[in-house]
């Protein structure tokens, strides 16, 4: 089972990967993980990614794929795989396909724009520990404290209204058109982000793929 999860900013795209890995038992391939695994191992591919990210420059389309491809090749990585995170755009699509880098499935997690400002504006996380709360779907015991450590809880600064809706326009223009690349070669389904319960989205994602089978 190969496959690449899409969908915006805020749509659940991580906590679906998660969930999916271990029940499916396949990895996860996050590109922001994998980056900072391979300059931490100091691979070729790695220190050349990490002149770019000392630079504060972003890291070309051909070293990503670089580091895709020495990920996949990995064992664990031989009963499949799921990307997050990657491809984000055409480029990025057209270069894994070049590379012989195919997949099974490409699900879309659709969720409105504003369901997702919302939502991403009700998160909170620890500043102490790093768990992560919201203040409707899993609010803490007691407001601003976290459960675990005592912690106080903050949004990030990327989960305000104004950032959120300024990388959703980036997906939009960037990242959504994967759906019609991905489509065009029978490989995407999509699936409603917003089902209610992270489970409910997990049991459609499965569905889907169960399906076509």
Do not use: W
């Not at 931490?40 to 770019?52: C, H, M, N, R, V």
């Not at 939502?119 to 203040?135: L, N």
């Amino acid at each position: 089972m190969k496959m690449i999860l899409l969908g915006p900013p805020g749509a659940g795209k991580g906590t679906q990967a998660e969930v999916l890995s271990r029940e499916l038992n396949i990895p996860t391939i996050s590109t922001g993980n994998i980056l900072r695994a391979a300059v931490k191992a100091g691979t070729p591919i790695g220190l050349q990614a990490k002149s770019y990210m000392d630079a504060g420059k972003l890291v070309p389309d051909e070293v990503i794929i670089g580091i895709i491809q020495e990920r996949l090749a990995e064992p664990d990585c031989t009963g499949g795989y799921i990307l997050d995170g990657v491809p984000r755009t055409i480029a990025q699509a057209e270069a894994l396909e070049a590379h012989g880098i195919e997949f099974d499935h490409v699900i879309s997690l659709e969720i409105a724009d504003e369901a997702i400002v919302k939502r991403m504006d009700g998160r909170r996380v620890c500043t102490h520990c790093g768990t992560p709360f919201h203040v409707e779907s899993k609010p803490p015991r007691a407001e601003g404290i976290c459960d675990l450590c005592g912690g106080e809880l903050t949004e990030r600064d990327d989960d305000r209204p104004e950032t959120v809706r300024a990388r959703l326009v980036v997906y939009h223009e960037e990242t959504e058109p994967l759906k019609h690349f991905y489509e065009k070669r029978g490989k995407l389904d999509t699936v409603p982000g917003d089902l209610g319960t992270i489970e409910d989205t997990t049991r459609a994602i499965k569905q889907v793929l169960e399906a076509s089978h």
